[in-house]
């Protein structure tokens, strides 16, 4: 019997994880032919999978992932070939929600578990984090966000998750303990600028895709904004967030002006690391390649691209913007917002004239000889004690338990 292989892939953010994702739920009956399970019965079933392993709040969806682990660890044990678990906040899991995850896909019972680990330079981590935590409703600005992060002690909530989802070491020390190195792999992002198959084509030795005709169309991704579109959004958070509820939120702020919107504005400034912060990064990304080629993981890719590029030339600092740029921007976001309004008013005009037309056959139906007959009957039966029992009787046998006929 052939030992099944099962594919960790535990993180981290913003490496190419939700174009993965997207390819791997899409293409589930390719895979399953090829001998290969991605299990999910929805696009976000392993997201909610995470968090029911880690019993983590977001914004109400942990209410929907209870039972989502063992029902996704159930799917890969009955698989009968290999499987691909997949989701970048399982990076910041204990030592003891490891040990559960590990055991209940087969670790130790006959499953040959292969940890994938896909990772980026800290240049571009930092200013994507922060991005993503002001895409998910903060109002912290850049600079204190940079002041947590490099607080030596990585208190609270921001510093404690920063550095729970990229501190790569620490991350293949907890996951990987109780793995062999070579059953460890680290997937290095290329630099910008490079073929954007690169990164791909990676992620298909890691998991084992080649030779695969996979669909790579229509990818789902989770674009970037510049440095004065993310300052415009941090404003709207901290001017709307008390009176703005998570489940309007998403819609309204993260999909249609951030995602759909103000990520099409490419012309603008990127948000970057700033010049001063760039040789602390540097220097930590030394240390880990050092440690990571110590301890012989299989590496996909070059760990030298965890150094990143150097500094940029012109800063655009989101605490100190272009106001014009800023200004632009909420022109673009109003602009959104408006159309969209009339869009939802078409729609509720279209289906406010469809109720009426049905309210008219409705009437229609009514007005018909039969059942002006039939209610006439019906109401003169009612005012009498023996047509009130021929009634319950024409009821019972119809088996109706309303007081229409």
């Known amino acids: 019997m052939v030992t099944k292989k099962v594919h960790l892939h535990v993180g981290t953010p913003k490496t190419g994880t939700s174009y993965l994702q997207h390819v791997l739920y899409h293409n589930r009956r390719i895979l399953h032919r090829n001998g290969i399970d991605y299990p ?13 392993l880690m019993r983590m709040p977001w914004g109400g969806l942990e209410a929907q992932a209870i039972g989502a682990w063992d029902w996704l ?19 910041t899991a204990s030592r003891a929600q490891i040990g559960r995850a590990l055991e209940s896909l087969g670790h130790g019972r006959g499953a040959d578990v292969h940890l994938v680990l896909s990772v980026r330079d800290l240049v571009r981590q930092i200013p994507a984090e922060w991005q993503e935590n002001v895409k998910h409703r903060a109002g912290l600005s850049y600079g204190a966000f940079l002041d947590r992060i490099q607080d030596p002690r990585r208190e609270g909530r921001i510093a404690t998750w920063f550095w729970g989802v990229q501190e790569i070491p620490d991350i293949l ?10 059953h460890v792999h680290v997937v290095t992002v290329p630099p910008a600028g490079g073929s954007p198959d690169l990164l791909w084509k990676r992620f298909v030795e890691a998991f084992g895709l080649d030779g695969i005709d996979l669909q790579l169309d229509g990818e789902r991704v989770n674009p970037s904004l510049g440095s004065a579109e993310t300052t415009l959004i941090r404003r709207i958070n901290r001017a709307a967030n008390e009176e703005l509820e998570p489940a309007q939120y998403r819609p309204l702020v993260r ?32 240390a880990w390649i ?10 996909i890719g070059d760990l030298d691209d965890l150094l990143g590029a150097p500094p940029v030339e012109e800063y655009a600092d989101p605490d100190h913007p272009d106001e014009a740029l800023v200004s632009g921007a ?10 969209d309004h009339a869009r939802l008013q078409h729609q509720l005009h279209q289906r406010e004239a469809e109720l009426h037309d049905a309210q008219l056959a409705l009437e229609k139906a009514y007005l018909r000889p039969t059942y002006r007959w039939r209610e006439k009957l019906v109401r003169r039966l009612e005012t009498g004690n023996a047509g009130r029992l021929l009634m319950r009787v024409y009821r019972r046998a119809r088996g109706r338990s309303s007081r229409s006929a």
């Not at 050092?290 to 590496?299: F, H, N, P, Q, T």
Request: glycine share 4%; proline share 6%.
């Open 173 to 182: 020390d907890r996951w990987g303990s109780d793995l062999p190195p070579e």
């Open 255 to 286: 999909e249609l002006l951030a995602h759909q919107t103000l990520s099409r504005r490419t012309r603008t400034p990127r948000l970057a690391l700033p010049p001063d912060v760039h040789p602390w990064a540097t220097g930590l990304a030394e």
């Open 40 to 52: 999910a019965d929805r696009f976000d079933a392993q997201f909610l999978a995470a968090l029911d």
């Open 73 to 91: 660890a159930s799917s890969v044990r009955r698989a009968q070939g290999d499987a691909i678990v997949s989701h970048e906040i399982l990076a």
């Open 330 to 339: 909420a022109v673009d976001a109003l602009k959104a917002v408006l159309l």
């Open 290 to 299: 050092a440690e990571i080629r110590a301890r012989g993981y299989d590496v």
